[in-house]
């Protein structure tokens, strides 16, 4: 078994790079004033080197392979199989956690500051109350890996690393390609409300502001394009479409850009919700790849946007891009990456081919995102429990 996935460590280390260095990206043309584009950029922790995030640079390269190898060598092993055995059992467990992720990197940096509670002190928001992060799920099965890890190497294993691994896990159990995780993250000491609230980025961005918050973040065109392709897994739930379908920007109308037989179609599944409010609205891009509403969970799939006219395979493919290509995004912000020159040319190379050149594109950019302003060495600390810091 061990060799077994050490024989994907160097497939993804070493196959993957050198096949990418042979091509240009598709949709893509040369661009010598391109800095940040695939083509030039290593397949490793280097990849955030020289992108600074919010003026600070902790660019993982601190990080290690196996870094638990003495401490703790069965670390990874238990949470890939609690990850499976949640999976087996529970399904949509691999858009959840993703989506925990994204939310815990994109604000300061994968450190898991998500996953604290405010014990309790109301004159402490943490980001668990921001909006954004109110339809969150999957803590519970982060928590649930947390203590096994605990019971093998108590104070050893970090909560940012133990997410770090299960979201990949995960994506690689539906379907996902596999893409190795660098192991030595610290866990924040403090969690960021503000942050939270204000940057995540909202399913009624227009095109310029999703481009904006990405590249903040050190991220392209390119690579912004393929993490939204996350989309593809689970369930858009009703809250995060329905102004779009009944009050689009306060007009008390659907949006115009909205295929009539689409908007039929949405329809049905969502129902008009007069009480749907502006800040119930406020959530994340990448709030959606999950079952998210309460009770029934009304929502749509990407895979349910397809026309039946257009064969899509059930896994980690390309029918998100496929849908964007026909007018039938389900989210404002994903079919706004058909409203500018370069992204919606993305978004035609990855709906033109087999998922290959997606799949290796996602796999490369959440190895960087994975590596996104960690805390590493003396800063933050190991938490004993995820949703407590160890030290106040």
Known sequence: MRSCFNAWIVVALVVVPVLLSLRNPRGETENTETTTSFSDSSFSVKLANTLPFNQRIRDGSNLEYDFY???CPQAEDIVRSAVTRIYFDQRDVSPALLRLFFHDCFIQGCDASLLLDDNGDRNRSVEKQAVPNQTLKGFDKIDLIKEEVEQACPGVVSCADILA???????????????????????S??????????????????????????NLRGFNERETVSLLGAHNIGKIGCDFIQQRLYNFQ???????????????????????????????FSTSVISEPESVVVHSDPGMSYMQALSSSVSSGAGFDTHYYQSLLRGRGLLFADQQLMAEEKTARLVSAYASDDGSTF???????????SNLDVLTGPQGEVRLNCSQPTSS
């Open 69 to 71: 190898r003495d401490s």
């Open 165 to 187: 691994l299960a979201a990949r896990d995960s994506i690689l159990l539906a379907g996902g390609p596999f893409y190795p995780v660098l192991t030595g993250r610290r866990d």
């Open 189 to 214: 000491q403090q969690s960021f409300f503000k942050e939270a609230t204000d940057q995540i980025p909202r399913p009624d961005d227009n095109i310029r502001r999703t481009l904006h918050l990405f």
């Open 250 to 280: 306060g007009t008390g109308q659907p949006d115009p850009s909205i295929p009539p037989d689409f908007l039929r179609q949405m329809r049905l599944n969502c129902q008009d919700n007069k009480n749907v409010s502006s800040d119930e």
């Open 359 to 369: 799949r290796m594109d996602f796999a490369r950019v959440m190895l960087k995102m």
